[in-house]
């Protein structure tokens, strides 16, 4: 604990006040990040926020890539999602739960036996080509929710064929509202307020979505109830363990450890301090377990998250602690909002983070390099 404390500890009030600040755009940022991935996953959104609460502390105490913030990301929320798709919807959210905390513990375990020297065998044709499927998948696989359209057909692809073949079923205020995000996401991204547009984003439609009283356009409270205040400990369902689950878990534990390999490398520590990708499984681990005791979703190393992190001016570790107490300031205070957001809004933030995770210089690059790198990518 003393060799823990003297390298976390912040190095004077200065930093620590810094981080403090720093962490208050990563929490807000974390509401339709946190929301958004458990539509993915297909669950209560309010299990992505409770995610986003206990990971980034967890997390955040423990890595040593001290600007990484351990949040939800779509990759998680997208593995997820498919490992619990042959699982009965009523006891869906249980399984969710003993699948994060069954990754968190497989996390820990490959901290614990070094297995990090292995994600430098991860090719960049692989990763590129995982990025590209994860994104269009999530492009694919909202449309349901931008439109208005009943679900019809098991994966992403076949839905949104029935979306696109079926105009006549679009709702046309709820395809609208989700429209005005997308607007409200791409005139902001550029700008002072970057920091803040997915906020705007689903703060704007649902104030305008109240006045006016549109019928018909599904909330956040009508997909599941949102309980009030801050989620108490939970241990996951001994019912709910399965052989899905157990693949499940295995496959968010590999794509979460080499997606944080990833964004370890795009946030050196500011110090020069190399990273262990030990510490670093550790870490994302240990905000696995305490997502998956505190009714949470899977986490790992937010590449966006990260990024707004290192844009908001944090110094250290505490920035990603601090935003997890900031987004309990904001569970404390407006929980009882969530329930009032429309799910267009939700499929609009994760439509643009996705069109803009494609990166079509990257694969053609990748296709250039010859036919190992082509069948890489394309698998």
Known sequence: MKRWWASARPADRAELQTDVVAGLPVAIGGVPDGM?????????????????????????????????????????????????????????????????????????????????????????????????GVAVNILFSQLNYLTGVPSQGGVAIRRALHVITHPGLFDWPTLATGLSAIVILLALRRGPVASYASMVALALPTIALQLLGTAGVVRV????????????????????????????????????????????????????????????????GAGNLAAGFYRGQPTGGSVGQTALNRSAGAVGRWAAVAAGVWMLVIL????????????????????????????????????????????????
């Open 36 to 132: 958004a991935a458990s539509v993915l996953a297909g669950v209560n959104p309010v299990h992505g926020l409770y995610a986003s609460l206990v990971a980034p502390i967890a997390g955040g105490l423990t890595s040593s890539t001290r600007l990484m913030v351990i949040t939800t990301t779509s990759a998680a929320a997208l593995a997820a999602g498919s490992a619990l798709a042959p699982v009965d919807p009523a006891k869906r959210t249980e399984a969710l739960f003993m699948l994060t905390a069954l990754a968190g513990a497989i996390m820990v375990a490959a901290g614990i036996l070094k297995l990090g020297r292995y994600t430098r065998f991860v090719s960049h044709s692989v990763m590129t080509g995982f990025l590209t």
């Open 332 to 379: 404390a205070l407006f929980s009882s909002l969530v329930k009032v957001v429309p799910m267009t809004t939700l499929a609009a933030v994760l439509i643009v983070a996705a069109y803009g995770a494609l990166r079509w210089g990257r694969v053609v690059t990748v296709w250039q390099a010859g036919p190992s790198s082509q069948i890489a990518l394309v698998a």
């Open 221 to 284: 409270g009508d997909v599941g109830e949102i309980p009030a205040g801050l989620p108490l400990p939970h241990l996951p369902s001994l019912s709910a363990f399965s052989l899905d689950v157990v693949a499940g878990a295995f496959a968010v534990a590999a794509i979460v450890l080499v997606q944080g390999a990833g964004v370890s490398e795009s946030a050196p520590n500011p110090d020069g301090t190399p990273a262990d990708p030990n510490r670093d499984f550790i870490a994302q």
